[in-house]
């Protein structure tokens, strides 16, 4: 797992198709934007764990 931080207004680019920006962060809460092309799922990781239970 790669951890790494980011300020708002700063991104990762993940095999140059996802990009994860950082557009609000403040009292331990952020707000991610995440652009990636439409056949890519994405499942919040709650969701995610409670549909691998």
Do not use: F
Not at 24 to 30: A, N, Q, T
Not at 39 to 49: D, P, Q, V
């Amino acid at each position: 797992m790669l951890v790494i931080g980011r300020k708002p207004g700063e991104s990762v680019v993940i095999d140059d198709k996802i990009t994860v920006k950082v557009v609000k962060s403040e009292d331990g809460h952020l707000r991610l934007a995440i652009d990636a092309p439409r056949e890519i799922s994405i499942t919040r990781g709650e969701l995610y764990e409670q549909s691998n239970d």
